[in-house]
């Protein structure tokens, strides 16, 4: 087990930043100084020896902690430390693909739980995005994906039922949606729209993904659309904002 290398700079106590949020930030960027590697623990320094390294009492230190933990940048063995936690799952917002190819391309395990399957009839927002008719229906399929066995995301999906008359009977837990859509139906996603927002975990949420209530998450809302432009999919993801992170490759016109 190896020990962070603290940044060198120390806080500035003339500036009216807060002692906390200073010592956060310098922990922040020893953190990303690290090779990433999982081979191998990374302890923090005791808050015994961070209170000595910036010359603050026990409570700042601990407040400095706590928010590093809350953004998933460490975590805590009790009776044995602080840790660096090595990794975050990034997904790349560039470009419209599985979440599961995603993960695996990454180097994650990925993994996948059914927490039910129903036909229902459609709310007048989702309704109105699948482009539907009359009295016609969707399966709402609600998911929580794990990353190397640990919950960090929840998706609820809706599909219309005449595109997908059988789709309750797939194997939901092995395979991609984008698997099943193109191998079982022919249907080939093409594009995608998405809103992006941020927001405090419910109850339920917390429980299924292990996190403490009113938790910060992502909530994604993303309308599909195949080669021809049919729009097939409406999905409400919630990311936990502890271990997600957007990635986007910039370039110019």
Known sequence: ??????????????????????????????????????????????EVELCSLFSVNRGTIRHALQVLEREGLIYREKGRGTFVRRRRVEVDLSYLCSTTEDMKNRGWEPSTEVLSITQVKPRSHIKTSLRLRGGEKVWEVFRRRYANNEPIS??????????LPDFYQKDLVNRSFFDIWKNDYGIYAREGEQTIRTRNATQEEAELLSIEECNPLFEITRVTYDINGTPFEYLISVWRGDRYDFFVRLSTR
């Open 1 to 46: 087990m190896a020990e962070i290398t603290i940044n060198p700079r120390r806080i500035n106590k003339d500036l009216p930043v807060p002692y906390y949020y200073q010592i956060v930030q310098l922990l922040r960027e020893s953190i990303a100084d690290i090779e990433n590697s999982d081979n191998q623990k990374i302890a923090l320094p005791s």
């Open 154 to 163: 929840l998706q609820r999906a809706f599909f219309p039922v005449n595109l």
